[in-house]
């Protein structure tokens, strides 16, 4: 699997949008990225992935530059609850997942 | 969303014992399923792959006699740590891929493991 590079923390205001970046300079032509999420003490969370395109959910949104380089996940108000560590993978999808250190995302009132 | 349940959610167990953890896809049939480990403030650790009826695919490092994995049925998947020792303790995650939504991977809340 390719890695990715990512800040180990940021922080936001509640309310506001939350960008995480994630490099991912090496992806191969078939590899997804995945982003999840893992509040304290629980197993991950899905939230989105993609492939080339944009996506949004009902959670996020998963900004892909043309180059599939780097990609953005964005939280459009963050609350307190969105408070946990992110992980950004690329995956050809039918592999398994390999988790790298992450962004601590902090929200704070 | 899919979701995975494990069981027991913590457990605490007397060294050289052995402890049992299960995990179920609830709603969907999982051909595959993983198995991780976390240590604290570290990132989660793949250790096996588990095939159901076959034998599971571990990890470099990760001892197959003392993690054994089981995985009888497309909702079921158990990991038994035996002889367990202090240095195992730690959270243990699984989780089940969905194949036809993806591949994607559905995670269990996990199991934390207390060896004294």
Redesign the interface.
């Known amino acids: 699997d390719a890695k990715t590079t990512q800040p180990p923390s940021m922080d936001c205001a509640e309310g506001r949008a939350a960008n995480l970046p994630c490099n991912h300079s090496t992806i191969s032509g078939n590899e997804y990225v995945y982003w ?1 999420r ?1 509040i304290h ?6 939230i989105i ?1 993609g492939l080339k395109n944009n996506e949004t959910n009902e959670m996020a949104s998963l900004i892909i530059t043309e180059d599939r380089k780097s990609s953005t996940l964005i939280l459009p108000h963050a609350t307190l609850r969105d408070t946990a560590v992110y ?1 950004c993978i690329v995956s050809p ?2 592999s ?7 962004t601590m995302l902090l929200v704070s009132p | ?1 899919a979701v ?1 349940s ?1 069981h027991p959610s913590w457990v605490i167990c007397k060294s050289g014992t052995s402890v049992k953890i299960e995990c179920r896809s609830l709603d969907f049939q999982a051909t595959t399923m ?1 198995w ?1 480990r976390q240590f604290p403030k570290q ?4 250790m096996a ?1 588990s095939n159901e009826g076959s034998k599971a695919t571990y990890e470099q490092g990760v001892e197959k006699d003392k993690f054994l994995i089981n995985h009888a049925s497309l909702t079921l998947s158990t990991l038994t740590v035996t002889s367990a020792h202090p240095e195992d303790s730690s ?1 243990y ?1 699984c ?1 089940a891929q969905d194949k036809s939504s ?9 199991t ?1 493991l207390t060896v004294l």
Request: net charge positive; hydrophobic share 25%.
């Open positions: 999840y893992q003490s629980q197993g991950p969370q899905y992935h992980y999808g039918y398994t997942l390999t988790f790298g250190k992450g | 969303g995975v494990q993983f991780y990132s989660l650790m793949l792959t959270f995650i989780s993806y591949n994607e991977q559905f995670f269990g809340p996990g934390r």
